[in-house]
């Protein structure tokens, strides 16, 4: 399995942001933990070379990212774009989902997730 870098000096900000976690990360979290998510283990506040993702499935090098609406602002779209793009090249495939979706559209938000994980075998 391939090994993720990451800055150690995020272990501090990620368990911050864990123990202080948005309502839609909660509410996402229910159903990612404890290999809910068609048994694929999910991380929450994770970091990955010198960021730090919402969600993260390491076995899927799969990151999920819930955006409020701070992230229409430019400069921190900007910042998204560049955190996509690093992720992107150590082979990190990023989803984003809105805040909005999460809170009153779970349904299809587990259901876009359900189809871009592959079938795991017994």
């Known amino acids: 399995m391939q090994i993720i870098p990451y800055n150690p000096k995020l272990k501090v900000k990620a368990r911050q942001l864990r123990n202080n976690s ?11 933990k404890g290999r809910q998510m068609m048994g694929y283990d999910f ?7 010198n960021y730090i993702v919402d969600f993260f499935c390491k076995e899927l090098l799969l990151a999920i990212e819930i955006d409020g609406y701070t992230h229409t602002f ?22 984003r989902f809105k ?17 871009i994980l ?3 075998t017994l």
Not at 22 to 32: A, N, R, S
Not at 43 to 49: A, V
Not at 99 to 115: T, Y
């Open 74 to 95: 430019e400069k921190v779209a900007d910042r998204d774009e560049m955190k996509e793009q690093r992720l992107n090249k150590l082979g990190v495939r990023i989803i």
């Open 22 to 32: 948005t309502k839609t990360e909660i509410k996402l979290w229910m159903y990612l």
């Open 43 to 49: 991380n929450r506040q994770k970091p990955i070379d």
């Open 99 to 115: 805040d909005d979706d999460v809170m009153n559209k779970i349904e299809g938000v587990l259901f876009e997730i359900l189809l």
């Open 118 to 120: 592959p079938l795991q």
